[in-house]
């Protein structure tokens, strides 16, 4: 499978980062700490004195600052949604450089304009048809078999952050990031000399039809034999919604969150943190195994009776093998995501369209995808008053606007040109930007710690919350 190389590549650079534990040394530190960059992480930004820095939240009024924040994240929403990334690398430096908040806040309102935005094209694709089949836009078996995985994996990636230095997730930003980027835009790039092809031969056919009495037509238009029935909005809705599903996934959300809230109120690393902690992995397990195995059984029946079709967008067979394999990619995409405060948008994305998801159902599973996993962490954020709510409601007000038209947009555009590789290049491109902006802010703020001299090695977790 392709998607090997995608995954060896993840693999090695979070590999490189674990094992560099090993051979950096562990001094003694009393009052150093390290400024967090990741979007995810819960602790205080604290000082080089060991203070907790103060909290940064200017006053919204018309500004020049305001009218440029909203354009960036107006388009930066736009973008990330229909590429299925979020935007959480754009939105971070922009709140902090042009509007002026603190990381932490930054961070917490960038979950809150994520959410917005995945929620409002979620709420579009319910209302527009499969490209090909008879099937809901979201793959809800991919949804139950990642969404699980993924969530157990960002709490994982969380615990990390924690521990691992700023100059080494900075590291990691630019190595992942320019790595699924540059393979997604590859990516693209095939699957836009396939639709050359493929237009080129639609046009051929058009052009030259022949008869049933042998009779050579020109410039002849076409209907296909069984036209699609044209569906209502209500019957398209209603064929895009698996209230089965959705409440599963719903459970899982409500389950995360819960033990989320009352880890919180628990002394960190207590015997009821580590209970709390690891009781995330049973349901996450539990709902993985449930769909792996329904996948699994689905897959033996249909070769048995001769069935080629898939099961779902994946064209992948669902061996045990590769049923492992797409566990691995959900925890290490989610701990890449936890770890690099992304939410794992930025691998998600990539991911699905690696194992055969046409772009427009990639797109629009990893948005729904990301609409919980971006949701838990506002309603965390929100209980730990970590972003001001006057900012937070427009900024989200923003993103749900940018994200219904982006979709809208583009969906028009990818109907006109042809070319649904439009959406895997505007991944690229997110995913691209988003490790310039967080690569360059994070290099910068590494040289100013080496020159103020402030601890760069690997914090102890239990002394660094």
Excluded at 240 to 249: A, D, E, S
Excluded at 293 to 304: F, P, S
Aim: charged fraction near 15%; proline fraction near 3%.
């Amino acid at each position: 499978m392709a998607t090997r190389g995608l995954v060896l590549y993840l693999l090695s650079g979070f590999s490189v980062a674990i094992l560099s534990v090993l051979f950096v040394s562990h001094p003694n530190y009393n009052n150093s700490y390290q400024n967090g960059l990741t979007s995810t992480n819960l602790a205080l930004p604290h000082s080089p004195d060991g203070s907790i820095t103060k909290t940064v939240w200017p006053e919204l009024e018309f500004s020049w600052r305001i009218v440029l924040a909203t354009v960036i994240g107006f388009l930066g929403s736009a973008c990330g949604t229909v590429g299925g990334v979020g935007g959480g690398g754009i939105f971070v430096p922009m709140l902090t450089l042009i509007v002026g908040f603190d990381t932490k806040s930054a961070a917490a309102l960038s979950k809150c304009m994520i959410m917005g935005a995945s929620a409002s094209s979620v709420w579009y694709n319910l209302r527009v048809l499969h490209p090909t089949k008879e099937v809901p836009i979201i793959d809800y078996d991919l949804a139950l078999l990642f969404q699980p995985m993924l969530m157990l994996g960002i709490t994982i990636g969380v615990a990390l952050s924690v521990i691992f230095p700023y100059w080494l997730i900075t590291v990691l930003i630019i190595f992942l990031f320019l790595g699924t980027s540059s393979r997604s835009f590859f990516k693209g790039i095939e699957m836009w000399k396939e639709e050359t092809v493929l237009k080129k031969e639609i046009a051929n056919r058009q052009e030259t039809v022949v008869n049933s009495r042998a009779e050579l037509l020109i410039d002849t238009q076409y209907e296909p034999l069984v036209p699609r029935e044209d569906k209502t909005q209500v019957q398209i809705l209603c064929l895009n919604l698996r209230w089965k599903r959705i409440l599963v996934l719903l459970f899982v959300w409500v389950y995360f969150l819960a033990l989320q809230i009352i880890k919180n109120d628990v002394a960190v690393c207590s015997a009821w943190y580590w209970v709390l902690f690891f009781l995330q992995f049973p349901i996450a397990l539990g709902v993985f195994g449930y769909e792996a195995v329904k996948l699994y059984r689905e897959h033996k029946k249909r070769k048995r009776t001769g069935n080629a079709e898939s099961i779902c967008e994946a064209s992948i067979e669902w061996t045990a093998m590769h049923i492992a394999f797409c566990s691995l990619c959900g925890i290490l995409g989610g701990t890449v995501g936890g770890l690099l405060g992304s939410g794992g948008g930025f691998i998600l994305g990539p991911l699905l369209l690696e194992i055969g998801v046409i772009p427009q159902v990639a797109s629009a599973t990893a948005t729904f995808v990301m609409t919980f996993s971006s949701s838990l962490s506002v309603v965390e954020f929100y209980l730990l008053k970590r972003f001001p709510i006057p900012y937070a409601l427009y900024l989200t007000s923003v993103s749900v606007l940018a994200g219904f038209w982006g979709q809208f947009f583009i969906r028009k555009l990818i109907t006109i040109l042809g070319r649904a590789s439009i959406i895997i290049f505007i991944l690229s491109g997110v995913i691209f930007l988003s490790a310039l902006t967080m690569g360059i802010i994070g290099i910068e703020t590494s040289i100013q710690m080496i020159r103020n001299h402030e601890f760069m090695g690997f914090l102890g977790f239990c002394s660094s919350q």
